[in-house]
């Protein structure tokens, strides 16, 4: 059984920076494609991003893009991402999760299969 465990998540002002971490157990990991995804309260589950089994390719919501970096490390099973300039809209929980098919969209949720418990993101203004 696949266990993903967010963590790094917390209180930052408007402006400041985040670092999620993402571990996984079990499976290999190299072999899945990663996603973020998070949800505020009230509101639909959204895509944050993705990154490719080998890391060499990311894609982004537009909302995030040039302030967020995912990164991976395979040796480690590791996912991460790099939140900057963050906003009071970003404030939400926080999921990442694994990629079922190498085919198929990104940002689609049901394309996942596995997802870690979250972590909060709140961004004071």
């Known amino acids: 059984q696949v266990q993903l465990v967010e963590s790094g998540g917390g209180l930052v002002q408007a402006g400041g920076s985040l670092r999620l971490s993402c571990a996984a157990s079990?499976?290999?990991?190299?072999?899945?494609?990663m996603g973020w995804f998070r949800q505020a309260p009230g509101k639909e589950r959204e895509f944050v991003g993705f990154?490719?089994?080998?890391?060499?390719?990311?894609v982004y919501a537009d909302s995030v893009k040039g302030r967020f970096t995912i990164s991976r490390d395979n040796a480690k099973s590791t996912v991460s991402l790099q939140m900057n300039s963050l906003k009071p809209e970003d404030t939400a929980v926080y999921y990442c999760?694994?990629?079922?098919?190498?085919?198929?969209?990104?940002?689609?949720?049901?394309?996942?299969?596995?997802w870690g418990q979250g972590t909060q993101v709140t961004v004071s203004s």
């Open positions: 990154i490719t089994r080998s890391g060499n390719s990311t």
């Open positions: 079990a499976g290999t990991f190299s072999s899945y494609g």
């Open positions: 999760a694994r990629k079922r098919l190498a085919v198929g969209a990104v940002s689609i949720r049901y394309q996942y299969d596995y």
